[in-house]
């Protein structure tokens, strides 16, 4: 009866998730976000290359890069992002165009975690008091750059995790059964989705202008983990079946690069719904931080939470 109890509610759950999901224009959001992280992107993988390549060099962290991008989304696309990083790393050696490259290099790349978190604060029913003034814009920079030094330390992790295993594989595979391999991939998987729900955890729990308790925040980000994992394998069938940006010529990496960041933000902000519906019920008193607001909205109470009318 319990269990059954859990489905009926994991149920209704998922239902107000969707409901308030498409209530908050998910395509509209992500088409931003989309929009910005083309030009966020050269900076953002700047960034995060230098930082993981600290302990495995800047080419090896590079060519990994370039390498999960091609299973994604095509090999030809891997090699245009490699040669993309490439390009950007090209740049004149005088300090006035090195202080202005590294204004530009971190302006460009927290951009797109600026339009992130407008977008989880729709989710959230908060906004930006108007009175914040400049030290909010200075927080929320330096915000989103915390989190790609933390996207760099989690890649950085997954290299030296993979590698280990990728090792440890190969001597297995000439001492051992074969079934044991297959352990290895499940633990291969279980540590990638476990960094990725890291990297959910931190964004859900940072960006949006709301206090939120950690233990709300893991369970959403959890969810929103295992749907990414999902969403990544898919999308890396539909675009290597349909090739949708094949009609685009010399654009197509570009077209791709977008539809990508789009249908995962869809993933995203479903997954932000799911945690402010979660959070929501088990807190009633969920509050916008010391810089935001309150959206006004109506609001109407049923038995298993409130809901927007």
Known sequence: ???????????????????????????????????????????????????????????????????QIGGMIGPQAGKDIQEMIANAYKSDTSVISSIIGVATLL??????FLQV??????????????NAGIKKLVLDRATSLGIIVAIGFMML????VTTGLSALSDWIQNRLPDFILYIFYVVNFLVSLGIVTMLFAIIFKVLPDV????????????????????????????????????AYGAAGTVILMMLWVFYSCLIL?????????????????LRPSEHAVQVKIVEHTEPNGVLKS
């Open 1 to 67: 009866m319990n269990l059954i109890a859990k489905a009926k509610e994991a149920g209704s759950l998922l239902k107000r998730t969707y409901i308030e999901w498409m209530e908050d224009e998910p395509f509209d959001l992500s088409s931003s976000v989309a929009y910005y992280a083309i030009f966020s992107l050269p900076a953002l993988l700047i960034i995060i290359i230098s930082i993981a390549g600290i302990a495995f060099g800047r080419e090896a962290v590079q060519g990994q890069i370039s390498s």
């Open 107 to 112: 302006f460009g790349a927290t951009g797109v």
């Open 117 to 130: 978190q407008k977008s989880l604060n729709r989710v959230w029913d908060v906004k930006v008091d108007p």
């Open 157 to 160: 992790i997954s290299l030296v």
């Open 211 to 246: 206090k939120l308790k950690w233990h709300h925040v893991w369970i959403g980000a959890g969810v929103t983990a295992v749907l990414f994992e999902i969403g990544r394998f898919a999308l890396g069938l539909y675009f290597g079946k349909s090739e949708p940006a094949s």
């Open 269 to 285: 902000f479903f997954g932000a719904q799911f945690t402010q519906v979660y959070a929501k019920r088990k807190d009633k008193s």
